[in-house]
């Protein structure tokens, strides 16, 4: 059973910065595109960021490119979001997730996604 815990959330000043980090189990960890997503209060959730087994291909949503990075390591199961010039409007809930697709492309949809982390709060007050 895949189970991904992401950590690394709090509250930090607008133009600092935090890194999110998720930790997955119960699979080969290597294998599979790893997403981020947010959710915002009243809001749909978001594509973020997403990265293919490799690492070798990253994918962002216009707003964070430039200030956002993710990134893996495939020896410790984890992935990482890297945010930097925080602004409030990326007050949100961030999600990790992953798909049952070996070796896939990222993907930006959440409707590519299979499997889901509980959630970490970022707020970035105004």
């Known amino acids: 059973q895949v189970q991904l815990v992401e950590s690394g959330g709090g509250l930090v000043q607008a133009g600092g910065s935090l890194r999110l980090s998720c930790a997955a189990s119960?699979?080969?960890?290597?294998?599979?595109?790893m997403g981020w997503f947010r959710q915002a209060p009243g809001k749909e959730r978001e594509f973020v960021a997403a990265?293919?087994?490799?690492?070798?291909?990253?994918y962002y949503v216009d707003s964070v490119k430039g200030r956002f990075t993710i990134s893996r390591d495939n020896p410790k199961n984890m992935v990482y979001l890297q945010m930097n010039s925080l602004k409030p409007e990326d007050t949100a809930i961030y999600y990790c997730?992953?798909?049952?697709?070996?070796?896939?492309?990222?993907?930006?949809?959440?409707?590519?996604?299979?499997?889901w982390g509980q959630g970490t709060q970022v707020t970035v007050p105004s």
């Open positions: 990265i293919n087994w490799s690492g070798g291909l990253t």
């Open positions: 119960g699979r080969t960890f290597s294998s599979y595109v």
């Open positions: 997730a992953t798909n049952a697709i070996r070796f896939g492309a990222p993907l930006r949809v959440r409707e590519g996604y299979d499997y």
